[in-house]
């Protein structure tokens, strides 16, 4: 079974762009959460997508959205890029959303930098 | 609020010797879930184990073992013989169950380096 993977794996904007980030989860798994992972700041939660509706958002400006499509895929949209953005965003997907015990199963990252 | 903390920021130890990684966490909530994460140099975080709060028992996998105290609010994990192949870095996490929110609180990581 392939893994959760996410594309671009790396990627360098200027400020004031905005950038869209592409998360696939595992073939059946229905909910994708999104993280945020700096030096300062560690590991933070984004949002959560399951059944193509945000169920849960982290502490983040508004520039940072996200949606999910029919077939699960997940994009993050960031815009109006800061330099405070580079950081390595995790892509996360588990089987439900509900179910509690369902393990997080974690994808390579993009990384982005923001010049 | 829920907050994990990872009071040790870097442990080195020398291959074969046995390693303990603290966690502690803070949580209201009266049914959560731990985890352990392990992030190598290539970013991924992989799953190691998953402990719910009414399963105090202790665990072992291979050289890997972790013992739960609801007393303490601790998770901690222990490599014995550790290896080369064990850096990297490991985070403690914590997600609400009661809510049935999947977020996951994460600690701010213990680097590991084992040197040959």
């Known amino acids: 079974k392939a893994g959760v993977t996410q594309t671009p794996r790396y990627l360098i904007k200027t400020r004031g762009q905005q950038v869209t980030l592409s998360c696939s989860p595992i073939s059946g798994h229905r909910s994708v959460s999104w993280y945020q992972q700096t030096p300062g700041q560690g590991l933070q939660f984004l949002f959560e997508y399951f059944s193509e509706t945000q169920r849960n958002k982290g502490n983040f400006p508004g520039r940072f959205s996200g949606r999910q499509f029919s077939n699960s895929r997940s994009e993050m949209n960031v815009s109006t890029l800061e330099l405070g953005d580079s950081a390595l965003y995790l892509c996360?997907?588990?089987?439900?959303?509900?179910?509690?015990?369902?393990?997080?199963?974690f994808g390579p990252g993009t990384r982005l930098t923001v010049l | 609020a829920q907050k994990v903390t990872q009071a040790q920021t870097e442990i080195s130890v020398v291959e074969k010797e046995d390693v303990t990684l603290d966690c502690v966490y803070e949580t209201r909530d009266t049914t959560y879930y731990l985890f352990w994460y392990k992030q190598p140099p290539s970013g991924e975080l992989v799953f190691l184990i998953r402990r719910n709060s009414f399963d105090e028992q202790n665990e072992i996998s291979g050289r890997y073992s972790w013992n739960f105290q609801k007393s303490t609010s601790s998770f901690n994990f222990t490599i014995t013989a550790s290896q080369v192949v064990d850096s990297a870095v490991y985070f403690c996490a914590l997600s609400e169950a009661e809510t049935g929110r999947r977020a996951l609180t994460f600690g701010s990581g213990t680097r590991l380096q084992v040197q040959p």
């Open positions: 996360a997907s588990s089987l439900e959303q509900v179910a509690r015990d369902n393990e997080q199963f």
